[in-house]
């Protein structure tokens, strides 16, 4: 169904992110690299082996060591029966899972990425999302959803969807998005141990980034808390929100906005269901204006959920109105110059930021 | 491997297309085949009336066409399955498939692709085997390994590089990509990413064309829809619930599965409770079909008689290619665990060589000709790649374009405005 990305081709093609750190890395011995696919990797074996109840299911994840290598050397450890290969059947084993999340099980449901989890999305939703509520608490369903989420690298409209809007607006569901090695670890350990179903949406491009984790990181029993985003950069002028891939480029920007004069504060959400309200208001409250930033569609998206948060909670301490950046409001185009423009970019994040807090700049990019 | 079937580790059951229970008495066939029955399976032999299965309807008929040929060539004087122009057409095309797919190759490892590429080498006998028996109305609807598909339709290998460059003069002005082409010229109507997904579309082409001819009156309206797919969709449930409505409402379509045994590092037998696709055929009511699809010429046979089949209103049929596929998923697959064995035996049944084989010994044609086509169709690619390296990048005002055919809703009218704009259009109880 879909083919696998050579991710040597785009990790080199993406800068690392902190440039400071990389320096201090070759005096410090604490911090060692790791790229997001090890983590997943790591995180996925340490549950496995602590819990035997956890299995993984999806479609290559096991001879084929993961269609982009999550699971790679899952199968060698753990056997067949706990490493499923199944057949194109997303709808099948969704529901599978979910019924052996009924009776106890952890599994952890692979979609290839996660437009084909609409093949799917009645179970995630319909049984595995609501059956807590609609049983009065008998049902619980500690089922795990995962997989690459978001716009890849050409890959054309039917591959290129963000479902953070979709899935985050369901209650009975968590949704989370890591960005970094550390976050990917920690969510995914504490989304496998949760008693809920969680949608944990992770990004292709972001599989070959390397980003320094300390030892309490590598620890086993390492767990991040859902529910609570992460202050990536502290600030002073401008609070700029970001999930998944797009947590890189608003760290770019505020490097960029520095130079400018503005101090921009990021926060990594992490969560976007339950989404850290209060986080997000404190940092408005501290700052006074607001960019948020999302790789999905723009209405309905995660950033207007934030905005009507802040405008709910936090209204009289804005000093300018809400940025929101968010993809195009169009299918993800195939040549790679629309692709571009359909996609939030740096410069974009830039403009906002800088409109936020009322420097003259143009509205659109020029062509 | 040793079997003829050469499927690794598939121990427990031997392959066979024909089941022993559908099988009726066997005939003594004297043996001696043409050369280009290519398969080296022995095959079953099946009764004389096996012409007629062929014809009869619904009730489970089910069995390898291959021996259809076969018993045509020994019951009469050798007559051939072709005449020179067809073989050259069928040749032609596949030599244009397998080509524009090297290609393909080349210029994604230059980097003038990108994104998600999966060819189609190996398999040409099927989308030539079958497109080249369609008219122009007729509807084919294909997966994301689509470049074949189309250039066998007839859209020009032009657009289909240039839609493959990501520029404006693709068949999809570069919106669309490998995996989605469209050309509505040719009705070739997708390319679809998910696998499965084109099953039901492809239906609901053939109901629109039932549709047309009863509902609409338009009795000249006869046109069949192909549904091509690979063996892993056989088991989504999309496909089920197709071949149930198709029979039910006895809609004008061929599904036709290319079981390449392969679904990305998938292997058919380890995901399939019943690996024998035909066999679902006539669990819904329609007939299934077996064929090597490997050799253009049993394709092109078993083709003929589901489109007439379809074309006459008899209904669906349900259509099992055992094929290959030369190259690994997408160009991004490492492919490392297909047995070296197996590619080796269906690298050796190629169907243009095979092809090639049967022109030359049938005197159909000679090298010199076919080096020709070679050569012409080099060049013909040539000329694509160069035009669409020429072309330019779609231009930033098309990014917002078809979001919509009528962003301002109601619709456009006969004379070509949109309705809202008309001054007639709110006297009546719609309120603009």
Same mark, same amino acid.
């Given at each position: 169904?879909?083919?696998?990305?050579?991710?040597?081709?785009?990790?080199?093609?993406?800068?690392?992110?902190?440039?400071?750190?990389?320096?201090?890395?070759?005096?410090?011995?604490?911090?060692?690299?790791?790229?997001?696919?090890?983590?997943?990797?790591? /995180?996925?074996?340490?549950?496995?082996?602590?819990?035997?109840?956890?299995?993984?299911?999806?479609?290559?994840?096991?001879?084929?060591?993961?269609?982009?290598?999550?699971? @790679?050397?899952?199968?060698?450890?753990?056997?067949?029966?706990?490493?499923?290969?199944?057949?194109?059947?997303?709808?099948?084993?969704?529901?599978?899972?979910?019924?052996? /999340?009924?009776?106890?099980?952890?599994?952890?449901?692979?979609?290839?990425?996660?437009?084909?989890?609409?093949?799917?999305?009645?179970?995630?939703?319909?049984? /595995?999302? @609501?059956?807590?509520?609609?049983?009065?608490?008998?049902?619980?369903?500690?089922?795990?959803?995962?997989?690459?989420?978001?716009?890849?690298?050409?890959?054309?409209?039917?591959?290129?969807?963000?479902?953070?809007?979709?899935?985050?607006?369901?209650?009975?569901?968590?949704?989370?998005?890591?960005?970094?090695?550390?976050?990917?670890?920690?969510?995914? @350990?504490?989304?496998?141990?949760?008693?809920?179903?969680?949608?944990?949406?992770?990004?292709?491009?972001?599989?070959?980034?390397?980003?320094?984790?300390?030892?309490?990181?590598?620890?086993?029993?390492?767990?991040?808390?859902?529910?609570?985003? @992460?202050?990536?950069?502290?600030?002073?002028?401008?609070?700029?929100?970001?999930?998944?891939?797009?947590?890189?480029?608003?760290?770019?920007?505020?490097?960029?906005?520095?130079?400018?004069?503005?101090?921009?504060?990021?926060?990594?959400?992490?969560?976007?269901?339950?989404?850290?309200?209060?986080?997000?208001?404190?940092?408005?409250?501290?700052?006074?204006?607001?960019?948020?930033?999302?790789?999905?569609?723009?209405?309905?998206?995660?950033?207007?959920?934030?905005?009507?948060?802040?405008?709910?909670?936090?209204?009289?301490?804005?000093?300018?109105?809400?940025?929101?950046?968010?993809? /195009?409001?169009?299918?993800?185009?195939?040549?790679?110059?629309?692709?571009?423009?359909?996609?939030?970019?740096?410069?974009?994040?830039?403009?906002?930021?800088?409109?936020?807090?009322?420097?003259?700049?143009?509205?659109?990019?020029?062509? | 491997?040793?079997?003829?079937?050469?499927?690794?580790?598939?121990? +427990?059951?031997?392959?066979?297309?024909?089941?022993?229970?559908?099988?009726?008495?066997?005939?003594?066939?004297?043996? +001696?085949?043409?050369?280009?029955?290519?398969?080296?399976?022995?095959?079953?032999?099946?009764?004389?009336?096996?012409?007629?299965?062929?014809?009869?309807?619904?009730?489970?008929?089910?069995?390898?066409?291959?021996?259809? #040929?076969?018993?045509?060539?020994?019951?009469?004087?050798?007559?051939?399955?072709?005449?020179? *122009?067809?073989?050259?057409?069928?040749?032609?095309?596949?030599?244009?498939?397998?080509?524009? *797919?090297?290609?393909?190759?080349?210029?994604?490892?230059?980097?003038?692709?990108?994104?998600?590429?999966?060819?189609? $080498?190996?398999?040409?006998?099927?989308?030539?085997?079958?497109?080249?028996?369609?008219?122009?109305?007729?509807?084919?609807?294909?997966?994301?390994?689509?470049?074949?598909?189309?250039?066998?339709?007839?859209?020009?290998?032009?657009?289909?590089?240039?839609?493959?460059?990501?520029?404006?003069?693709?068949?999809?002005?570069?919106?669309?990509?490998?995996?989605?082409?469209?050309?509505?010229?040719? $009705?070739?109507?997708?390319?679809?990413?998910?696998?499965?997904?084109?099953?039901?579309?492809?239906?609901?082409?053939?109901?629109?064309?039932?549709?047309?001819?009863? #509902?609409?009156?338009?009795?000249?309206?006869?046109?069949?829809?192909?549904?091509?797919?690979?063996?892993?969709?056989? $088991?989504?449930?999309?496909?089920?619930?197709?071949?149930?409505?198709?029979?039910?409402?006895?809609?004008?379509?061929?599904?036709?599965?290319? $079981?390449?045994?392969?679904?990305?590092?998938?292997?058919?037998?380890?995901?399939?409770?019943?690996?024998?696709?035909?066999?679902?055929?006539?669990?819904?009511?329609?007939?299934?079909?077996?064929?090597?699809?490997?050799? #253009?010429?049993?394709?092109?046979?078993?083709?003929?008689?589901?489109?007439?089949?379809?074309?006459?209103? *008899?209904?669906?049929?349900?259509?099992?290619?055992?094929?290959?596929?030369?190259?690994?998923?997408?160009?991004?697959?490492?492919?490392?665990?297909?047995?070296?064995?197996?590619?080796?035996?269906?690298?050796?049944?190629?169907?243009?060589?095979?092809?090639?084989?049967? &022109?030359?010994?049938?005197?159909?044609?000679? *090298?010199?000709?076919?080096?020709?086509?070679?050569?012409?169709?080099?060049?013909?690619?040539?000329?694509?790649?160069?035009? +669409?390296?020429?072309?330019?990048?779609?231009?930033?005002?098309?990014? &917002?374009?078809?979001?919509?055919?009528?962003?301002?809703?109601?619709?456009?009218?006969?004379?070509?405005?949109?309705?809202?704009?008309?001054?007639?259009?709110?006297?009546?109880?719609?309120?603009?």
């Amino acid at each position: 169904m879909l083919g696998v990305v050579r991710q040597k081709m785009l990790g080199q093609s993406l800068p690392k992110i902190r440039p400071a750190v990389s320096v201090l890395r070759s005096y410090s011995s604490a911090a060692k690299q790791m790229t997001v696919r090890d983590a997943l990797n790591s /995180a996925l074996d340490e549950e496995m082996s602590a819990d035997p109840k956890v299995f993984l299911m999806g479609e290559e994840v096991g001879e084929y060591q993961g269609a982009y290598k999550i699971s @790679k050397g899952l199968l060698e450890k753990y056997g067949p029966e706990r490493v499923r290969d199944t057949p194109i059947t997303e709808a099948g084993f969704a529901g599978i899972g979910v019924g052996a /999340a009924y009776y106890g099980l952890k599994p952890v449901v692979e979609f290839m990425t996660f437009n084909f989890s609409m093949q799917a999305i009645d179970h995630i939703i319909n049984s /595995a999302a @609501k059956s807590n509520y609609m049983s009065a608490g008998q049902m619980s369903v500690p089922i795990v959803f995962r997989g690459p989420n978001g716009a890849a690298a050409g890959v054309g409209a039917q591959h290129s969807q963000c479902y953070a809007a979709w899935y985050a607006s369901c209650p009975g569901l968590k949704v989370l998005t890591p960005y970094s090695s550390e976050d990917a670890r920690g969510l995914l @350990k504490a989304a496998i141990r949760d008693p809920d179903p969680v949608v944990f949406l992770e990004n292709e491009l972001l599989y070959g980034e390397s980003f320094p984790v300390s030892d309490e990181v590598l620890d086993s029993s390492f767990c991040l808390p859902i529910g609570k985003a @992460k202050i990536e950069r502290v600030g002073r002028d401008v609070t700029i929100t970001a999930f998944s891939r797009m947590v890189g480029h608003a760290l770019k920007a505020a490097e960029i906005l520095e130079k400018d004069g503005i101090d921009a504060e990021v926060i990594n959400l992490r969560s976007i269901r339950p989404l850290d309200r209060s986080t997000i208001n404190a940092s408005v409250r501290k700052t006074n204006r607001l960019v948020t930033v999302e790789e999905g569609f723009p209405q309905h998206g995660v950033g207007a959920e934030i905005c009507a948060s802040v405008v709910e909670e936090s209204f009289a301490y804005l000093d300018a109105p809400v940025e929101r950046i968010a993809g /195009a409001d169009i299918p993800m185009p195939y040549a790679a110059n629309l692709e571009r423009l359909a996609v939030p970019q740096v410069e974009d994040i830039v403009r906002a930021a800088k409109r936020a807090c009322y420097r003259s700049v143009p509205l659109a990019a020029a062509a | 491997m040793a079997t003829a079937f050469s499927v690794p580790k598939f121990a +427990a059951q031997p392959f066979n297309p024909i089941s022993p229970t559908s099988q009726q008495k066997p005939l003594i066939f004297p043996t +001696a085949a043409s050369p280009f029955l290519g398969s080296t399976r022995k095959l079953l032999h099946l009764s004389s009336s096996s012409q007629l299965n062929l014809r009869r309807r619904s009730s489970g008929s089910v069995f390898a066409v291959s021996d259809i #040929v076969k018993e045509k060539k020994s019951t009469s004087i050798p007559s051939l399955l072709i005449t020179k *122009e067809e073989g050259l057409e069928l040749y032609e095309d596949m030599v244009l498939g397998r080509a524009f *797919e090297d290609m393909c190759a080349q210029m994604y490892y230059r980097g003038k692709m990108f994104g998600f590429v999966h060819l189609y $080498n190996g398999q040409e006998a099927i989308s030539t085997g079958f497109i080249k028996l369609l008219k122009q109305q007729d509807s084919v609807v294909s997966t994301y390994r689509d470049h074949v598909h189309a250039l066998s339709k007839g859209v020009p290998a032009r657009a289909v590089m240039s839609e493959l460059f990501g520029k404006t003069t693709g068949c999809c002005r570069g919106q669309g990509g490998s995996m989605h082409m469209f050309s509505s010229e040719h $009705n070739l109507i997708g390319g679809f990413a998910f696998i499965g997904e084109g099953i039901p579309v492809a239906t609901g082409a053939a109901f629109s064309s039932k549709y047309r001819r009863e #509902v609409l009156k338009e009795a000249d309206c006869d046109h069949v829809t192909l549904a091509f797919f690979g063996d892993g969709t056989c $088991n989504n449930g999309q496909f089920f619930e197709c071949l149930n409505m198709a029979a039910l409402w006895k809609l004008p379509i061929v599904f036709v599965v290319e $079981n390449n045994l392969w679904a990305i590092g998938m292997s058919h037998l380890r995901a399939t409770s019943d690996p024998q696709i035909y066999k679902k055929g006539p669990a819904f009511g329609m007939p299934g079909v077996h064929v090597d699809g490997m050799d #253009v010429l049993k394709v092109r046979e078993v083709a003929k008689e589901a489109i007439a089949r379809a074309r006459r209103g *008899e209904g669906p049929t349900l259509v099992e290619c055992e094929t290959y596929r030369f190259r690994g998923h997408s160009l991004a697959d490492p492919d490392e665990l297909r047995d070296p064995t197996e590619k080796a035996h269906y690298a050796a049944r190629d169907p243009i060589t095979a092809l090639k084989k049967y &022109l030359i010994e049938n005197n159909l044609s000679g *090298e010199a000709e076919l080096k020709a086509i070679d050569k012409k169709i080099d060049e013909l690619l040539e000329d694509a790649v160069e035009f +669409a390296d020429e072309s330019p990048l779609p231009p930033r005002s098309q990014l &917002l374009e078809n979001v919509f055919a009528d962003p301002k809703g109601f619709g456009i009218g006969p004379d070509g405005r949109y309705r809202c704009e008309d001054p007639k259009f709110t006297e009546g109880t719609a309120h603009v």
